[in-house]
């Protein structure tokens, strides 16, 4: 099944600077990459772009994210080690 990884980053990708990608950016704050590995180092993931995190969900953690569908990652490869 391999391995589900998540990284975060502190600030939305890929807002324009005009009045509403600024409002837009208070609420989604973060960006947010999952990826799923398997033990070969093949995989597929996916990234919201502009999300934000909050308490919620079945898991506890809600991810809305600002996009309807998230970017979809293909042919992720890990490497090193």
Known sequence: ???LSYVIAM????????AFAVN???VYQVAVIQLQVDDAGSGSGT???AAR???GGETG????????????????KRTGS
């Open 53 to 55: 995190v909050r308490p």
């Open 11 to 18: 600030a939305a990708l890929g807002l324009a600077t005009n």
């Open 61 to 76: 953690v809600q991810l809305d994210d600002y996009a309807e569908d998230p970017i979809k990652l293909v042919n992720v």
């Open 1 to 3: 099944m391999g391995k």
């Open 24 to 26: 837009v950016a208070d």
């Open 47 to 49: 990234l919201a772009a």
